[in-house]
């Protein structure tokens, strides 16, 4: 079974600065796919990053990017340049790689970004 | 952008009562899923459906729950007599792996409470 582990139930950074959300996963697949999910306020899952077990490259979009270690099983988060839209809820998942296969969320990091 | 819409956004329906939500997925989406929350809980897998069934469930999703695509577009998620317990945010999502992407693209949700 796949399990997906956030243990920061809450963070908080200053506007502009830089921050890491941590995701640590358990699984015995080789190739699979990682998310981060943000959820603002209205609770709308919007997608932030993917990446792809097999690529050794982190993803980056603009702002946001990844530091995949798959050895450990590490999928951490990194939001720089901070804006106060970052505040939400951010959700790691996890998918395994073939077909129609369903996401395994962790709890969730809160996010404040604090101006 | 194509996106995934929901109906109705919130749905109050006294305990014992059948709700049917409703999803209008990406139009050229082939794989469609539903997922739940329960409020303050990360987002659990509900069902996954492909070409006209269920590809996969969850212990979740028993025989109180039924999924259906009516015609070329809408996909629904019934459940037949509600409890307590099924208050939750319900979302709706949609991929298509064949285009080598396998990002799920979420709707924004609809609230069910039980009363």
């Known amino acids: 079974a796949q399990t997906v582990t956030q243990s920061q139930p809450e963070m908080s950074v200053q506007e502009a600065e830089t921050v890491t959300l941590s995701c640590t996963y358990d699984?015995?697949?080789?190739?699979?796919?990682l998310f981060w999910y943000k959820q603002p306020p209205s609770r709308q899952m919007i997608l932030v990053i993917r990446?792809?077990?097999?690529?050794?490259q982190n993803a980056t979009e603009n702002r946001f990017s990844v530091n995949f270690q798959k050895a450990a099983k590490s999928f951490s988060l990194k939001i720089s340049d901070s804006q106060l839209g970052d505040t939400a809820m951010y959700f790691c998942?996890?998918?395994?790689?073939?077909?129609?296969?369903?996401?395994?969320f962790g709890t969730g990091t809160r996010l404040t970004v604090i101006p | 952008e194509p996106e995934v819409t929901q109906t109705p956004s919130h749905q109050v329906t006294q305990m014992g009562q059948e709700v049917i939500l409703r999803c209008v997925p990406i139009s050229n989406h082939l794989y469609f899923y539903w997922y739940r929350q329960i409020l303050g809980q990360k987002v659990e897998f509900l069902v996954s459906?492909?070409?006209?069934?269920?590809?996969?469930k969850s212990e979740i999703f028993d025989d109180q729950f039924s999924v259906e695509r009516p015609d070329g577009s809408n996909f629904t998620l019934k459940i037949r007599s509600t409890k307590l317990e099924d208050s939750a945010m319900y979302f709706c999502?949609?991929?298509?792996?064949?285009?080598?992407?396998?990002?799920?693209?979420f709707g924004p949700g609809t609230r069910l409470t039980v009363t």
């Open positions: 999502a949609s991929s298509n792996p064949g285009t080598g992407s396998y990002e799920q693209y």
């Open positions: 699984t015995s697949e080789n190739n699979y796919y």
């Open positions: 998942a996890f998918m395994k790689h073939a077909g129609a296969n369903n996401l395994f």
């Open positions: 459906f492909y070409n006209n069934e269920i590809s996969e």
């Open positions: 990446q792809e077990a097999y690529k050794q």
